[in-house]
């Protein structure tokens, strides 16, 4: 049998594992980690082991279509541009703008900036990195001079102390997070610290978890600033020859942040545990800070950042093996868009377009005259302008906002009421795509060829191993062959991703002894004039490339040398803001919104795979035990979500002691297309970070309520059901059917009459059914060829039975008598073993097959793999079954 393997690049997270996709001849796609790679070395989480099951063809779009009609490409370039090219006519290129995303490759990223910022003359160009991604940026940039990453993953390994603020890297990074497990197993002596208002997996593995009250990280971060001075720990030397600002910033932290006290009391921690982390950080020298979105996603998302920076540069800890702060990267592509000017504010290269210099070094590699003279609109600006009138045409590409963006009815309303909206992707139906006005068809990961960079800045590449379907066209394709129709033509001549790079890599180095441009450390000489051989076979490297034998770069800064005009770091006096939500009588909880394991952002991928969607099958609320009997909330109950946006959501309820008591916890994933109504971003402020323009993600207020419903049921089916009734619904993918979790208030007539007409059964078929109709009871059951084809149930209260078995059912070509008798009861036959919820997706291991295995005697999380594989590819299910372990 002809198989074709291909190294490739997985297209979730910041981490950039290297991946190793075969082809096989039967359309088979199999996936497994590159051992070769040194992001990940042959791990791979369980999002990138699945995405053979994210390839295939039935949620496409695959031709061109305006107003829903298929056309050809020229057709729609010409609307577009015609549309394009009235609207800057009358009310300048300002009235335009692109939204794209830390999804595309860098040369699609690096087209569409020169496009809009070099020949359509406006900076409107932002990304929805802008939401996970741009306080880092501004932070890194006040503090070394430019967004430098000054860390490698070598370190998270080398390092003694490791402190994991704002980050849940057990289910986000976990690859990372794996490397970080396996470092403190082989040394014990490796200490971790996870700093979360709730206790998440990634706590498991720490020595200290401290839950600290919401939005008080730089007033912590503050204090150990202060402390770390107190007791001696000033790095002279370093502070002296390399960094200005010291006591600017002292003098500010000693005024919110003077002594462990003030920080304990007004953190929400013990004093105990707030000198233990002090102490901890102070008597180690190898420390990594680890941050994401928890400290990103703030209104002062920036000066957190920089609190932590401003603890490494006084003990000169960066620059050197195993230490310095090191933010993760949401997204596959973040960086490669921050490199080459994704971000409204910037230029490619890491230059500013408030610059005048950056802009004549731009403008003339570019040979434009039109190079926009200053900053575009940020994301949330952005949509404000469309919702204003003063934007009228919008290009979005590779990202949902009408499901990301806070205050995401308020998206969806602008875009709504757009003189025009375009939106490329690679699915026809996203809650965002089904405002467009035309929709463009795009390839994705198996299809598309280019690059893309890493947390640690590490470029690689992402290889095709599979042809476009339909009449899909890559993105920079799209950029390009549209900008010739405008009349760029000269200026986008691009044949292939490898002439993008080459441009890209040259601007990198052009005029590179300009006053301007010496300090920069973003260069690539090594990459410049690469052959196209050399492109396709580029190995995984670090920038700056200045050799072409060299992929690893030594520790950025090692020579004390910072990007900035006068060579120092800078400290930053931070004064610690408080969330600009308060918690309230009406709305009396802090909502927290985030990632779930086996999802990535708003589903439009792993909704599709079957072993993704098992681990969390539906929008749910984490709310602590004592939160949920004040609000009258029970364990797996329905429950309504609302703000003070005067938006609501249905969610199911999950009690968890691991959240803190006051602060509820609602994922990011679930849309339109997989629930009723649980668009949690409805509910959050457009409220931003002053400097970076990301937005709260992590703060909002809100009450929850009981979700009254006269019935409860779930439905699984070959088919997706036309439902009716359902004021509740979620649904995900199992392997050939559809679940359908449901709930509504309205009760059909006659129950057996709705279920056949839902169920779409036809006359003469096989059909088995019960009903109670006096105490709301009803079950059926349809059989097609002697398969089961679906079944419905239906009861007054939410005790229901479980679904996993009848799902198993599912993968059966015929049921036995047996198996028949039990389907309207919904419990197997007494000697069929039920696996229960799934908590291994790699091997689809349920809870009760590792509750069997600790019950014999498996009593670590390594014994449970050996007896039943699960934890034994990815670890990312690892955290839970040692919880697990613990009460089985």
């Given at each position: 049998?002809?198989?074709?393997?291909?190294?490739?690049?997985?297209p979730y997270?910041?981490?950039?594992?290297?991946?190793?996709?075969?082809?096989?001849?039967?359309?088979?796609?199999?996936?497994?980690?590159?051992?070769?790679?040194?992001?990940?070395?042959?791990?791979?989480?369980?999002?990138?082991?699945?995405?053979?099951?994210?390839?295939?063809l039935?949620?496409?779009?695959?031709?061109?279509?305006?107003?829903?009609?298929?056309?050809?490409?020229?057709?729609?370039?010409?609307?577009?541009?015609?549309?394009?090219?009235?609207?800057?006519?009358?009310?300048?290129?300002?009235?335009?703008?692109?939204?794209?995303?830390?999804?595309?490759?860098?040369?699609d990223?690096?087209?569409?900036?020169?496009?809009?910022?070099?020949?359509?003359g406006?900076?409107?160009?932002?990304?929805?990195?802008?939401?996970?991604?741009?306080?880092?940026?501004?932070?890194y940039?006040?503090?070394?001079?430019?967004?430098?990453?000054?860390?490698?993953y070598?370190?998270?390994?080398?390092?003694?102390?490791?402190?994991?603020?704002?980050?849940?890297?057990?289910?986000?990074?976990?690859?990372?997070?794996?490397?970080?497990?396996?470092?403190?197993?082989?040394?014990?002596?490796?200490?971790?610290?996870?700093?979360?208002?709730?206790?998440?997996?990634?706590a498991?593995?720490?020595?200290?978890?401290?839950?600290?009250?919401?939005?008080?990280?730089?007033?912590?971060?503050?204090?150990?600033?202060?402390?770390?001075?107190?007791?001696?720990?000033?790095?002279?030397?370093?502070?002296?020859?390399?960094?200005?600002?010291?006591?600017?910033?002292?003098?500010?932290?000693?005024?919110?942040?003077?002594?462990?006290?003030?920080?304990?009391?007004?953190?929400?921690?013990?004093?105990?545990?707030?000198e233990?982390?002090?102490?901890?950080?102070?008597?180690?020298?190898?420390?990594?800070?680890?941050?994401?979105?928890?400290?990103?996603q703030?209104?002062?998302?920036?000066?957190?950042?920089?609190?932590?920076?401003?603890?490494?540069?006084?003990?000169?800890?960066?620059?050197?093996?195993?230490?310095?702060?090191?933010?993760?990267?949401?997204?596959?592509?973040?960086?490669?868009?921050?490199?080459?000017?994704?971000?409204a504010?910037?230029?490619?290269?890491?230059?500013?377009?408030?610059?005048?210099?950056?802009?004549?070094i731009?403008?003339?590699?570019?040979?434009?005259?039109?190079?926009?003279?200053?900053?575009?609109?940020?994301?949330?600006?952005?949509?404000?302008?469309?919702?204003?009138?003063?934007?009228?045409?919008?290009?979005?590409?590779?990202?949902?906002?009408?499901?990301s963006?806070?205050?995401?009815?308020?998206?969806?309303?602008?875009?709504?009421?757009?003189?025009?909206?375009?939106?490329?992707?690679?699915?026809r139906?996203?809650?965002?795509?089904?405002?467009?006005?035309?929709?463009?068809?795009?390839?994705?990961?198996?299809?598309?060829?280019?690059?893309?960079?890493?947390?640690?800045?590490?470029?690689?590449r992402?290889?095709?191993f599979?042809?476009?379907?339909?009449?899909?066209?890559?993105?920079?394709?799209?950029?390009?062959?549209?900008?010739?129709?405008?009349?760029?033509?000269?200026?986008?001549?691009?044949?292939?991703?490898?002439?993008?790079?080459?441009?890209?890599?040259?601007?990198?180095?052009?005029?590179?002894?300009?006053?301007?441009?010496?300090?920069?450390?973003?260069?690539?000489?090594?990459?410049?004039?690469?052959?196209?051989?050399?492109?396709?076979?580029?190995?995984?490297?670090?920038?700056?490339a200045?050799?072409?034998?060299?992929?690893?770069?030594?520790?950025?800064?090692?020579?004390?040398?910072?990007?900035?005009?006068?060579?120092?770091?800078?400290?930053?006096?931070?004064?610690?803001?408080?969330?600009?939500?308060?918690?309230?009588?009406?709305?009396?909880?802090?909502?927290?919104?985030?990632?779930?394991?086996?999802?990535w952002?708003?589903?439009?991928?792993?909704?599709?795979?079957?072993?993704?969607?098992?681990?969390?099958?539906?929008?749910?609320?984490?709310?602590?035990?004592d939160?949920?009997?004040?609000?009258?909330?029970?364990?797996?109950?329905?429950?309504?979500?609302?703000?003070?946006?005067?938006?609501?959501?249905?969610?199911?309820?999950?009690?968890?002691?691991?959240?803190?008591?006051?602060?509820?916890?609602?994922?990011?994933?679930?849309?339109?297309?997989?629930?009723?109504?649980?668009?949690?971003?409805?509910?959050?402020?457009?409220?931003?970070?002053?400097?970076?323009?990301?937005?709260?993600?992590?703060?909002?207020?809100?009450?929850?309520?009981?979700?009254?419903?006269?019935?409860?049921?779930?439905?699984?089916?070959?088919?997706?059901?036309?439902?009716?009734?359902?004021?509740?619904?979620?649904?995900?993918?199992?392997?050939?059917?559809?679940?359908y979790?449901?709930?509504?208030?309205?009760?059909?007539?006659?129950?057996?009459?709705?279920?056949?007409?839902?169920?779409?059964?036809?006359?003469?078929?096989?059909w088995?059914?019960?009903?109670?109709?006096?105490?709301?009871?009803?079950?059926?059951?349809?059989?097609?060829?002697?398969?089961?084809?679906?079944?419905?149930?239906?009861?007054?209260?939410?005790?229901?039975p479980?679904?996993?078995?009848?799902?198993?059912?599912?993968?059966?070509?015929?049921?036995?008598?047996?198996?028949?008798?039990?389907?309207?009861?919904?419990?197997?036959?007494?000697?069929?073993?039920?696996?229960?919820?799934?908590?291994?997706?790699?091997?689809?291991?349920?809870?009760?097959?590792?509750?069997?295995?600790?019950?014999?005697?498996?009593?670590?999380?390594?014994?449970?793999?050996?007896?039943?594989?699960?934890?034994t590819?990815?670890?990312?299910?690892?955290?839970?079954?040692?919880?697990?372990?613990?009460?089985?």
């Amino acid at each position: 049998m002809t198989t074709i393997t291909t190294k490739t690049t997985c297209p979730y997270c910041g981490v950039g594992c290297g991946v190793i996709a075969t082809m096989h001849e039967n359309g088979r796609v199999e996936v497994k980690g590159d051992p070769e790679h040194p992001s990940n070395y042959g791990r791979l989480c369980s999002k990138g082991s699945a995405l053979g099951e994210t390839v295939y063809l039935s949620e496409r779009l695959l031709y061109p279509e305006i107003e829903g009609e298929q056309v050809s490409w020229e057709q729609a370039y010409a609307h577009i541009a015609a549309k394009f090219k009235a609207v800057i006519n009358e009310h300048g290129p300002d009235a335009v703008a692109m939204y794209v995303s830390g999804q595309l490759l860098t040369e699609d990223y690096y087209v569409a900036n020169k496009l809009m910022k070099g020949f359509i003359g406006s900076a409107n160009i932002d990304t929805n990195s802008r939401l996970c991604m741009s306080s880092v940026v501004a932070a890194y940039k006040r503090a070394f001079g430019e967004d430098v990453m000054p860390c490698n993953y070598d370190d998270l390994e080398r390092a003694q102390l490791i402190v994991l603020a704002g980050t849940n890297t057990a289910w986000c990074h976990p690859v990372l997070y794996q490397r970080m497990a396996q470092s403190k197993q082989e040394n014990p002596a490796v200490k971790i610290v996870s700093i979360d208002p709730r206790r998440t997996q990634t706590a498991d593995i720490s020595d200290l978890h401290l839950s600290v009250r919401p939005g008080t990280d730089g007033i912590l971060f503050n204090g150990l600033l202060v402390y770390l001075d107190s007791v001696g720990e000033t790095n002279s030397q370093f502070v002296q020859a390399h960094t200005s600002g010291m006591e600017e910033a002292l003098q500010a932290a000693r005024a919110s942040s003077p002594d462990i006290a003030t920080v304990a009391s007004a953190c929400g921690l013990s004093e105990e545990e707030v000198e233990q982390f002090y102490k901890l950080f102070a008597r180690t020298e190898r420390t990594v800070t680890v941050f994401s979105q928890g400290v990103n996603q703030s209104s002062s998302g920036v000066d957190k950042i920089n609190s932590i920076i401003n603890c490494h540069l006084l003990t000169g800890r960066i620059g050197r093996k195993g230490m310095g702060p090191f933010s993760l990267t949401g997204q596959p592509n973040a960086m490669g868009g921050r490199e080459v000017g994704g971000l409204a504010n910037q230029l490619a290269a890491h230059m500013e377009i408030d610059n005048p210099q950056h802009r004549e070094i731009v403008a003339g590699f570019w040979q434009s005259d039109k190079l926009a003279s200053r900053a575009g609109l940020k994301a949330i600006d952005s949509f404000d302008a469309i919702a204003e009138g003063k934007i009228r045409a919008v290009w979005i590409i590779a990202t949902n906002p009408v499901v990301s963006m806070p205050d995401a009815d308020r998206v969806k309303a602008a875009l709504e009421n757009c003189e025009l909206v375009v939106v490329s992707d690679c699915v026809r139906e996203t809650d965002t795509a089904k405002l467009a006005h035309v929709r463009l068809p795009a390839t994705t990961w198996g299809e598309r060829d280019g690059t893309v960079t890493n947390s640690e800045r590490r470029i690689s590449r992402q290889r095709p191993f599979l042809t476009p379907p339909g009449l899909a066209k890559h993105d920079w394709q799209i950029f390009t062959e549209f900008a010739q129709v405008m009349g760029f033509g000269e200026a986008f001549d691009y044949r292939s991703a490898a002439d993008i790079f080459d441009e890209y890599a040259k601007l990198t180095c052009y005029k590179k002894d300009h006053e301007q441009n010496r300090a920069r450390r973003l260069q690539l000489p090594a990459m410049v004039d690469l052959s196209l051989h050399e492109y396709n076979k580029l190995p995984p490297t670090q920038w700056p490339a200045l050799d072409k034998t060299v992929t690893d770069t030594p520790p950025m800064y090692a020579d004390g040398r910072f990007s900035t005009p006068d060579g120092r770091a800078r400290f930053i006096a931070i004064r610690p803001q408080p969330p600009a939500a308060k918690p309230s009588q009406e709305y009396p909880l802090v909502l927290n919104t985030g990632r779930v394991r086996d999802q990535w952002h708003t589903m439009t991928r792993t909704g599709m795979s079957p072993r993704l969607s098992a681990h969390r099958i539906e929008p749910f609320v984490e709310i602590h035990p004592d939160d949920a009997a004040r609000y009258g909330l029970a364990d797996a109950s329905l429950a309504l979500v609302s703000s003070q946006l005067g938006h609501e959501i249905y969610v199911r309820v999950r009690v968890s002691e691991r959240q803190q008591a006051g602060s509820i916890f609602v994922p990011m994933h679930w849309n339109a297309q997989f629930a009723s109504q649980a668009r949690v971003d409805t509910l959050i402020p457009a409220v931003c970070d002053p400097v970076s323009g990301q937005p709260e993600f992590k703060h909002a207020v809100a009450r929850v309520e009981p979700c009254k419903a006269s019935w409860y049921g779930f439905i699984i089916s070959r088919e997706k059901p036309a439902l009716k009734y359902s004021r509740y619904w979620a649904r995900s993918r199992g392997r050939g059917f559809w679940r359908y979790e449901i709930a509504g208030q309205d009760t059909p007539e006659d129950w057996a009459l709705h279920a056949k007409t839902l169920l779409n059964y036809e006359e003469g078929e096989e059909w088995a059914e019960f009903y109670d109709k006096a105490d709301g009871h009803y079950r059926a059951a349809r059989f097609v060829g002697g398969k089961l084809d679906s079944v419905i149930f239906i009861d007054s209260s939410i005790l229901l039975p479980p679904r996993d078995w009848l799902i198993s059912l599912f993968q059966k070509e015929e049921i036995s008598p047996r198996e028949r008798a039990g389907i309207l009861q919904g419990t197997p036959p007494a000697d069929v073993e039920d696996v229960g919820r799934i908590i291994c997706a790699c091997f689809n291991v349920g809870e009760k097959t590792i509750c069997k295995a600790v019950q014999a005697g498996a009593g670590d999380v390594e014994a449970v793999g050996k007896a039943c594989q699960a934890g034994t590819n990815c670890g990312s299910c690892k955290p839970e079954i040692a919880e697990l372990i613990k009460t089985c």
